[in-house]
């Protein structure tokens, strides 16, 4: 099988290629990057001399390119994506023209290719804040900032060529995911960062945001079980099942790396502010995914790997405070 893995030097997608490449023997992966400020190809120098993994550096919104990469392959695992609240909410116009614009690039040449899968990696931000039961796949889209108004606009392009065209395509949804190689604008790796730093770590307002916190390993294999055995036309929901609130994570942090709270320091509210996101996930257990991480060992691994890597986050964070983006007064 041949797998073209968009913003492959992300994230998420450098966790899922790497895990992609470990499971299955006999997979290729192409990875199409646009290297922006959080995809890095250090991310995935481990796999330079595979001879399964082909790295292309180009656009997800590069008509020409795009047609190259999904030439010949078998599927699609789309993760390129601009995907923080906080740059979104200061300009929109990157996140239309990546997350709806390339998405759509992207459609249209597997369409045109005849690729036999397609999924689309999401957000339950789509879903918007949740005052209730937990959302099942079936909720109406309500998203209540830019970043998540295009991620769902992205969902609603593919469950249309699905339907218009018939193409075999797939909708993941996960939580807030967190672990190894998540750039440090976040809230988990800026609190973790920071405190290596001896440095102020933000919270927002008062920090009763509750979030659904997955383990980045445990993600990637939800997506390669909807890969395989997801049924086309389906929406999947990714999660634990339990909220945590932003304080609640900071404190366990704080915890593992021996320091106290006093650390913490409150910084305005982000504007539209979800106060809580919830998923039902049973569809995807039915198809017998279970988390393996619960927080504190996720976080234990994490705080771990950050304080081993210092060597590749310093330099991001470097250049991230001197383009004084958002890394020492904002976060999630």
Same mark, same amino acid.
């Given at each position: 099988?041949?797998?073209?893995? !968009?913003?492959?030097?992300? $994230?998420?997608?450098?966790?899922?290629?790497?895990? @992609?490449?470990?499971?299955?023997?006999?997979?290729?992966?192409?990875?199409?990057?646009?290297?922006?400020? =959080?995809?890095? #190809?250090?991310?995935? !120098?481990?796999?330079?001399?595979?001879?399964?993994?082909? $790295?292309?550096?180009?656009?997800?919104?590069?008509?020409?390119?795009?047609?190259?990469?999904?030439?010949?392959?078998? =599927?699609?695992?789309?993760?390129?994506?601009? !995907?923080?609240?906080?740059?979104?909410? *200061?300009?929109?116009?990157?996140?239309?023209?990546?997350?709806? &614009?390339?998405?759509?690039?992207?459609?249209?040449?597997?369409?045109?290719?005849?690729?036999?899968?397609?999924?689309?990696?999401?957000?339950?931000?789509?879903? +918007?804040?949740? &005052?209730?039961?937990?959302?099942?796949?079936?909720?109406?889209?309500?998203?209540?900032?830019?970043?998540?108004?295009?991620? =769902?606009?992205?969902?609603? @392009?593919?469950?249309?060529?699905?339907?218009?065209?018939? @193409?075999? &395509?797939? #909708? #993941?949804?996960?939580?807030?995911?967190?672990?190894?190689?998540? $750039?440090?604008?976040?809230?988990?790796? %800026?609190?973790?960062?920071?405190?290596?730093?001896?440095?102020?770590?933000?919270?927002?307002?008062?920090?009763?945001?509750?979030?659904?916190?997955?383990?980045?390993?445990?993600?990637?294999?939800?997506?390669? @079980?909807?890969?395989?055995?997801?049924?086309?036309?389906?929406?999947?929901?990714?999660?634990?099942?339990?909220?945590?609130?932003?304080?609640?994570?900071?404190?366990?942090?704080?915890?593992?790396? +021996?320091?106290?709270?006093?650390?913490?320091?409150?910084?305005?509210?982000?504007?539209?502010?979800?106060?809580?996101?919830?998923?039902?996930?049973?569809?995807?257990?039915?198809?017998?995914?279970?988390?393996?991480?619960? *927080?504190?060992?996720?976080?234990?691994?994490?705080?771990?790997?950050?304080?081993?890597?210092?060597?590749?986050?310093?330099?991001?964070?470097?250049?991230?405070? =001197?383009?004084? %983006?958002?890394?020492?007064?904002?976060?999630?």
């Amino acid at each position: 099988m041949h797998v073209l893995v !968009t913003g492959g030097c992300g $994230f998420i997608g450098s966790n899922f290629t790497r895990h @992609l490449l470990g499971v299955h023997p006999d997979v290729q992966v192409t990875n199409l990057d646009a290297l922006t400020y =959080a995809g890095n #190809v250090v991310n995935l !120098t481990d796999l330079e001399a595979d001879s399964r993994y082909r $790295f292309v550096h180009a656009d997800i919104t590069d008509v020409h390119a795009v047609e190259e990469a999904v030439r010949g392959v078998d =599927a699609v695992v789309h993760f390129a994506a601009e !995907t923080h609240v906080d740059r979104s909410i *200061l300009s929109s116009a990157p996140f239309v023209k990546t997350n709806v &614009s390339g998405t759509q690039v992207l459609l249209d040449s597997v369409l045109a290719a005849g690729v036999g899968a397609f999924v689309q990696i999401s957000t339950d931000e789509t879903y +918007g804040s949740c &005052s209730g039961a937990a959302f099942t796949e079936e909720a109406p889209l309500v998203p209540r900032n830019p970043y998540s108004a295009t991620k =769902a606009a992205a969902d609603m @392009l593919v469950h249309s060529y699905w339907i218009t065209h018939g @193409l075999p &395509s797939m #909708v #993941v949804r996960p939580s807030n995911n967190y672990g190894p190689y998540q $750039f440090p604008e976040k809230l988990i790796p %800026l609190a973790i960062t920071n405190v290596l730093d001896d440095t102020p770590v933000p919270l927002y307002g008062d920090g009763a945001n509750v979030r659904e916190w997955l383990f980045v390993e445990d993600t990637c294999r939800a997506i390669d @079980l909807v890969l395989h055995n997801g049924t086309p036309g389906e929406t999947y929901n990714v999660g634990p099942g339990t909220g945590t609130r932003n304080s609640e994570v900071l404190h366990e942090i704080l915890g593992l790396m +021996g320091v106290g709270d006093d650390m913490i320091r409150v910084v305005p509210d982000r504007p539209g502010h979800d106060r809580r996101y919830a998923i039902d996930t049973t569809k995807i257990r039915a198809l017998g995914w279970e988390h393996t991480f619960d *927080l504190e060992a996720g976080l234990g691994a994490t705080v771990a790997w950050y304080r081993s890597h210092a060597d590749w986050w310093r330099p991001l964070k470097s250049k991230a405070e =001197a383009g004084r %983006l958002p890394t020492t007064s904002q976060a999630l």
